[in-house]
């Protein structure tokens, strides 16, 4: 069974520029996590969808950044216009979703997408 | 709001030897407990979970993790270390109920020295 997949691994780009990271989750896993880690501190929730709809997008810094999660599969996070500060390792995670609640707490990270902002 | 440390920032010690990496959290009540683990070049991989029941919990590689109420901890630990087991350890916390947003530590970084 694949993994969490993510796309980059890596980018670099200037202030103002506008960078899309898009993840794959698993297989048949409704629930979708995007987190990010900046400067070595500890790694930070953004937003968590169900299927296509976002279900919870407290952690969002600002409306520079943007996710879609199309028909409910794979899911794009765009940061418009990156700032120095948005450098940092993007995360994606997957779960399942069931009737019982300790299995969709069980989340399957992708490898990151480390993105620095010059 | 829910919180995880992680007092140890940096770890060393040698192969074979011991370990435990230390995990305290505050929460209002029981949390759902995880142990993350990435290596150099990798992504997180879960180790190890606590649900409920059995207090002490057996994960992956050889890891083991004890959960104690009283002292709102979730330590991690593993009898005889490898090599390869250098890498960041991270300790997370989900709320019963509550949102699927985990809250991660800060992390342990593990240098195992020959």
């Known amino acids: 069974e694949a993994g969490v997949t993510q796309f980059p691994s890596h980018s670099v780009i200037e202030k103002g520029q506008t960078v899309t990271l898009r993840c794959d989750p698993i297989s048949g896993h409704d629930n979708l996590y995007w987190y990010r880690r900046v400067m070595g501190k500890e790694i930070k929730f953004l937003l968590h969808?169900?299927?296509?709809?976002?279900?919870?997008e407290s952690g969002m810094p600002n409306n520079r950044f943007l996710a879609e999660r199309t028909g409910g599969t794979y899911s794009t996070l765009k940061v418009q216009p990156a700032e120095l500060e948005d450098s940092g390792v993007y995360f994606c995670?997957?779960?399942?979703?069931?009737?019982?609640?300790?299995?969709?707490?069980?989340?399957?990270f992708g490898p990151g997408t480390r993105l620095t902002v010059t | 709001a829910q919180s995880v440390t992680q007092p140890d920032i940096h770890i060393t010690v040698s192969e074979g030897a011991s370990l435990e990496l230390r995990c305290n959290y505050s929460y209002g009540a029981t949390p759902y407990l995880f142990w993350y683990v990435q290596s150099p070049g990798q992504g997180l991989q879960l180790l190890l979970k606590y649900f409920s029941g059995d207090t002490l919990v057996q994960g992956i590689k050889g890891f083991e993790a004890e959960f104690k109420r009283s002292q709102s901890s979730f330590n991690l630990r593993k009898p005889s270390v490898h090599w390869s087991d250098a890498a960041e350890y991270f300790c997370?916390?989900?709320?019963?109920?509550?949102?699927?947003?985990?809250?991660f530590g800060s992390g342990t970084r593990l240098q195992v020295q020959p």
């Open positions: 997370a916390v989900g709320a019963i109920g509550g949102r699927r947003a985990l809250t």
């Open positions: 995670a997957s779960s399942i979703r069931t009737s019982g609640r300790a299995g969709s707490y069980e989340q399957y």
């Open positions: 969808f169900v299927k296509e709809s976002k279900q919870d």
